[in-house]
């Protein structure tokens, strides 16, 4: 901390500035991400709540199974975003047993993803009738296709 102060302290008014402006842009640009990532999550709910039209005791017994679902799908992402930005970028420059592992890595990621979808369908399976469930698999990519499409919308790319 002391070392941050004394280099604060060092450099020039204009180098603090930029220093602070970057730093203002990088927090508002993270805020910014979690609040979009929080309203996306919001209108998702909505989206499947009306497409499967849940009953009250099916909503209380199916939100805390699809909850626990997106928190871990969300933590084998980033383990794969980790992998990939911090590896593959590099691959020109990895070396045949690191290349190996990496691909391990990678196997093993989609591997627990696909057990954490199987465990999640036979949860639903416990607590939906399977039309609903094939509802909601429709639904989430739904979804997901609306979207992409709103997005390429807004960047002028839009079909």
């Known amino acids: 901390m002391i070392l941050i102060i004394y280099t604060l302290k060092t450099l020039t008014m204009n180098k603090r ?23 996306i999550k919001t209108l998702k709910v909505g989206f499947i709540t009306e497409r499967i039209n849940l009953s009250s005791e099916e909503a209380q017994q199916f939100w805390p199974i699809y909850n626990d679902h997106e928190e871990t799908l969300e933590r084998i992402r980033k383990k794969e975003r980790f992998e990939l930005n911090s590896n593959i970028s590099n691959a020109q420059n990895l070396s045949n047993i690191e290349s190996e592992a990496l691909l391990d ?40 296709k609306q979207i992409l499409h709103q997005y390429r ?7």
């Open 17 to 39: 500035v930029l220093i602070f402006c970057t730093l203002m842009f990088a927090t508002l640009t993270i805020h910014a991400q979690g609040h979009m990532r929080e309203h």
């Open 105 to 144: 890595n990678i196997v093993a990621l989609q591997k627990e993803k696909l057990k954490a979808e199987e465990n999640f369908l036979l949860k639903m399976r416990k607590v939906l009738p399977a039309k609903k469930v094939l509802l909601l698999l429709k639904a989430e990519e739904d979804f997901k």
């Open 153 to 159: 919308k807004r960047k002028g790319g839009g079909r």
